[in-house]
């Protein structure tokens, strides 16, 4: 029956044909291509089209002030890149984000989608915390650490210097401080001794090292508290003198506050800025200011009972606000201001100045330390212990230390650093912070451990807005992220119960 068929009627249909097979060939090869962009933090605006790329060259790189100073477009074609950027923040920006598509397309060679990026931070302090008091972090792991922070375009980095467990910031005319200060005989009743100083040229090539990738490095020497270590070194700054106090073995809250009372403490502070001026750019100091249990201490001093009776003050607390605005007026001498952790009843004491900058960082606390700070004209950049303590435990089941909370990856990501409040309630919220406090973080590969994944969280929450936030789309980003970051810094963020570093 079929070759009664002229053979015209074939040849009707042989174009046609044909031409379905390469559209149909095309159609498949499309479908392997990425459909979505893997970009974390989710940028403003991402406009996609239906074409797609197999290259990534950055064929424009120009300065568009229009944008903003932290703004940046990138435009993906099918021949390459084009980057506009308001300013040197906004380049570094979508650099990092070009560098994140070409991560991607890498992994993805059949092509990834061209579209328009248009993108700025929602927060201009997108920072993390590390602390080097407790466990000392050499300057080459920093290094590491800094790299993912540019990766995922984290702006500030705030180091710890200084603690009960340890003092990390070498100050001229007081040796003491590495002689002593420095060292402990073990960690957390491990038996292992340790110890750990930073060099001027070590701190300073470490801010050159993150400056070149957009951070600012911010320091903080804890005062009047959390100061076992200095007291091991210098007993003499302290209200009840001890000689033979040690450098703390263990986490805790200790009773080593600083007397405000003695001159050699303010020519050791007047010392500490000065050096302080010298290492770090910054116009920041942070200077702690938290869990100082005052009732305890200058309470019961001579010379603060002394003090407070001349001057006629009715507590500690005003004591502290006296002592607090002595240390901003001489950091001021050097062009810098003070940032302090928030606490409650400090700030029912007035111990805050309007225009000071506070973290809020007491668990489930922060809605109303929102509303307090909004009132009294501060600052505040958010690192809520329930979303963003990233030296807790992750997953079920992994070390607390009997009373460490765990915080999920997705509880992390939930986080909205203004609660759900209108922009008028919250407009004094100037960012979000991750903090990885290190009484039980050894070694740089416990760091990381505990800071990723639940760090990109916190990037995304510090960067994009609400409405192009999903946790559905970050699982998804994060999957090709793990990869991305394996490839490039030879790190593998899966986490499962069983693969965290063993603790000794």
Known sequence: MVESFPKQFFMMFKLPLILACAIFSAHMACA?????????????????????????????DQEAPTLGTDAYRLTVTPQGAHLASGGREGRIYGLATLRQLRDQLAGQPEGIPCGVITDKPRYPWRGLMVDPARFFIPTADLKKFVDMMAYYKFNKLQIHLTDDQGWRLPVPGYPKLKSISSKRKESMRNGIPHEGMYTKQELKELVAYCAARGIEVIPEIDVPGHNQALAAAYPEFFCFPNPDTKVKTDEGVTLHLICPH????????AAVFKELKDIFPSGIVHLGG?????????????????????????????????????????????????????EKPWARANIYNKGDTVFTWRMGLTPSTITETKKQGLSLI????????????????????????????????????????????????????????????????HILYRAYPRACAIAEAGWSPMNVRSWENFRRKLADHRQFILKRFNYDMERTKENEPPFK
């Not at 003695?262 to 502070?269: N, Q, S």
């Open 32 to 60: 392997a291509a990425a459909d979505k962009y893997s970009v974390i933090p989710e940028p403003e605006k991402t406009e996609l089209q239906h074409n797609s790329t197999r290259t990534l060259k950055l064929l424009s």
């Open 262 to 269: 003695k001159p050699e403490v303010w020519k050791f502070y």
């Open 290 to 342: 938290d869990e100082a249990p005052l009732e305890k201490t200058w309470a019961k001093c001579p010379l603060s009972i002394q003090y407070r009776e001349q001057k006629g003050m009715k507590d500690v607390h005003e004591e502290l606000k006296e002592f607090i605005k002595k240390m901003s007026s001489m950091l001021a001498v050097h062009g810098k201001r003070i940032q302090l952790w928030y």
């Open 382 to 445: 958010i690192a809520a212990g329930e979303y963003c303590y990233l030296d807790y435990p992750q997953l079920p089941g992994q070390s607390n230390r009997g009373w460490m909370p765990t915080t999920t990856l997705e509880q992390s990501y939930r986080l909205d650093p203004a609660y759900g409040r209108p922009e008028k309630e919250t407009n004094h919220i100037t960012g979000v912070q991750g903090t990885v406090w290190g009484e039980h973080l050894p070694t740089l590969n």
